[in-house]
Structure formats: C-alpha cells, structure tokens
C-alpha cells in the first residue's frame, strides 16, 4: 500500500545533541511537509518542498532544518535541541497543485515523539 | 487570535448520541480539511469540503461548508467508541497553496 513512513517512531535526545528525523513516501507526490505538534496543540508546519523547492515558514527556528535529496525522502535535523522541542513531528505528502482541491489533501505519516532530556 | 477556531475543545458523549464539531475561520476558506488523530498517531483524512453549502458523508460522519460564515460542522451519527479521538480541522486560506493552517482539535470520548 502507498504510504508514509516516519522513522523512528519514538526518539530520546540529550539538551543540545544533534538528532535527524525520517519521512519516506511511496505516494510519489510533489510536496513533503514537517509539522510540530505540542501535547493539546495543533500541528506547526515548520516547513514544506515543492519538488525541491524548500519553503520556510517566518518563525521556524534556524536550530530546525530540512534536507530532500530525492522524491521520495525528506529529513528534519535539529542541530541543538532544547527542552522545549519535545514534541510530535508529522510528516505529510501531498500532490500539490493548486488551492482548495484535491491536490491539496494532506497525507501524513504515523509521526515520531520526540523526548529532549 | 486563532485564524481557525474549533469548538467545543472536548466532548464526552454516551454510545448512540449525536454529536456536532464546529471549526470557524477568520479568513476567506478554499478548502476545508476534515482530519481525525488518535494519541500518539499521525493525522487520518475524513473529508474535504470546497464549495459554498457542500455537505459530504461517510458511514456515519457528515462534513458541511457554510462559506459565507466561514464555518464548517462535523456531525457524527449514533456515536461508537470507534468514533473517539481527536478530530482536526484544516484550512487552506487564500494565497497560501499547498498549505493548511490547523485548528487545536476537539477531543471525543464516547462513554459505553
């Protein structure tokens, strides 16, 4: 089945060590978004690649970034983690296209919690 | 201020009752994106709504768009335990493409 597959599921980090999280998708669609989502909050987009075409959003942190070497894989590295990027992080796909139509319908992967001690 | 508000933020229902989900955006909607989350889960799509007075269903969840009020309502039929969740709305806002804003959610619980 066409999927989106976010690894690892569960990861703990140590305040300030490097972590990279994984989004693949077998759904070979144009864009690949990150969100954030805090206990009882909405999800964040952080950012999102049209194709290859990375779009940041105004108050993502510099300590957050993003890599896309091909189609079918996205990264989210956070350089130095604090306490307060314990989160969910979602990855979703969609065909892109336009606003308001299908094309625009988010698929998203189970997500990974992540923990920073 | 939110751009997208959901009401009620949590509801406990009995098996069987009906219930109604509200999401209410501040700017102009072209498309409106029904999602449900589970604890811990990534977000699973319901339904999408584009036009003015459009109203989907799917086994027993109906999705409406009133866009002159910028309103969208989630209605489930005869509630299950099946149902309970977080239920999402997302917005796709005019000059945002390939974009939604979300809303905090409504957390359901259905009590046997």
């Known amino acids: 089945d066409a999927m989106v597959i976010q690894n690892p599921r569960y990861q703990v980090t140590q305040f300030g060590k490097p972590v990279t999280l994984s989004c693949s998708q077998t759904?070979?669609?144009?864009?690949m978004y990150w969100y954030q989502q805090k206990s009882s909050q909405a999800p964040k987009l952080l950012f999102h690649?049209?194709?290859?075409?990375?779009?940041n959003e105004a108050d993502t942190p510099d300590n957050f970034q993003s890599r896309r070497p091909n189609t079918s894989f996205c990264f989210l590295d956070i350089r130095s983690p604090g306490l307060g990027d314990t989160a969910m992080y979602l990855c979703?796909?969609?065909?892109?296209?336009?606003?308001?139509?299908?094309?625009?319908?988010?698929?998203f992967g189970p997500g990974t919690r992540l923990t920073v001690l | 201020s939110q751009e997208l508000e959901q009401s009620p933020q949590s509801l406990i229902v009995q098996e069987g009752k009906n219930l109604t989900i509200n999401c209410t955006s501040s700017?102009?909607?072209?498309?409106l994106y029904w999602y449900k989350q589970k604890y811990g889960e990534g977000l699973i799509f319901l339904m999408m709504?584009?036009?003015?007075?459009e109203e989907k269903s799917h086994e027993k969840i109906t999705a409406k768009l009133d866009e002159k009020k910028q309103q969208s309502s989630l209605h489930i039929t005869a509630s299950q335990p099946s149902h309970a969740g977080i239920y999402l709305c997302?917005?796709?806002?005019?000059?945002?493409?390939?974009?939604?804003?979300f809303g905090t959610g409504t957390r359901l619980q259905v009590t046997l």
């Open positions: 979703a796909t969609s065909r892109g296209g336009g606003s308001g139509g299908p094309n625009n319908e988010q698929f």
């Open positions: 759904l070979n669609h144009n864009v």
């Open positions: 690649y049209y194709d290859k075409d990375f779009n």
């Open positions: 700017k102009t909607l072209y498309g």
């Open positions: 709504l584009q036009k003015g007075g």
């Open positions: 997302g917005a796709d806002h005019a000059g945002t493409a390939s974009k939604l804003t």
